[in-house]
């Protein structure tokens, strides 16, 4: 798929949080998932050892939630590890993973934040304004937020709150299981947001397309394949 590099990369915490400012005016929360035919998982595996990682993309028919195509990409992060910074530490290798698509997807299933993020500007956010698609934010744990738990039943949800803003739902996938953080990046509202992960996950309690290409981008960063 085409996919739109940016000129260039920030070398400090500064640039990378003027780029935030810059680009989350462009978020758009407002989408429907009607027609949605493919999604694509997108997550980063990294060495314990090293700053080499590799970035994964699983692309998924949703009707049969049968894997499409795969790619991966792997490398060295150039970008630190800072919070609310994650982004600029994986977007490189996934878009790159990204640029070698075939099936370009209908939505983008990120493990990470939408706009449940301090700058309203995580990772989901970030390569949906980049690469124009629908984009969702799909965490294990709150960035920042408070929330009340939803009820125990598949489905259930609650609001996640930053002040009086709703910035996301905690959703629950599965029953009696631990719910996760659902928040839009791009292009698609929450409730459709919400629907859609609930699809993608039948069997578990993360979305289909993010566990696969977190076990792709593991297997890739073991082989140390591009």
């Known amino acids: 798929m085409d996919v739109p590099y940016p000129a260039g990369w920030p070398r400090t915490e500064a640039e990378a949080v003027a780029i935030q400012d810059q680009l989350r005016h462009r978020v758009s929360t407002t989408g429907s998932a009607a027609g949605v035919r493919r999604a694509a998982g997108l997550d980063v595996a990294y060495a314990t050892d090293s700053?080499?990682?590799?970035?994964?993309?699983?692309?998924?028919?949703?009707?049969?939630?049968e894997v499409v195509e795969e790619q991966t990409s792997?490398?060295?992060?150039?970008?630190?590890?800072?919070?609310?910074?994650?982004a600029f530490r994986e977007l490189p290798g996934l878009l790159d993973a990204l640029a070698r698509v075939r099936a370009t997807p209908d939505v983008l299933i990120c493990d990470g934040y939408g706009v449940a993020h301090p700058r309203r500007f995580?990772?989901?956010?970030h390569i949906g304004v980049l690469t124009g698609l629908p984009s969702i934010g799909v965490a294990k744990t709150p960035f920042?937020?408070?929330?009340?738990?939803?009820?125990?039943?598949r489905g259930a949800y609650s609001d996640l709150l930053d002040g009086d803003e709703v910035i996301g739902r905690v959703l629950r996938t599965r029953s009696g299981?631990?719910?996760?953080?659902?928040?839009?990046?791009?292009?698609?509202?929450?409730?459709?947001?919400?629907?859609l992960v609930l699809r993608l996950s039948p069997a578990y309690r993360l979305p289909q397309p993010i566990r696969a290409a977190d076990r792709l981008s593991r297997e890739a960063l073991a082989a140390g394949r591009r």
């Open 51 to 65: 700053s080499r990682s590799a970035a994964a993309v699983v692309v998924l028919d949703i009707d049969g939630v």
């Open 177 to 195: 299981v631990k719910p996760v953080f659902v928040s839009v990046g791009h292009a698609i509202d929450l409730a459709d947001a919400c629907d």
């Open 74 to 86: 792997t490398g060295e992060s150039a970008f630190p590890y800072v919070p609310g910074l994650l």
């Open 122 to 125: 995580g990772l989901a956010s």
């Open 144 to 153: 920042v937020g408070r929330y009340r738990n939803p009820a125990p039943e």
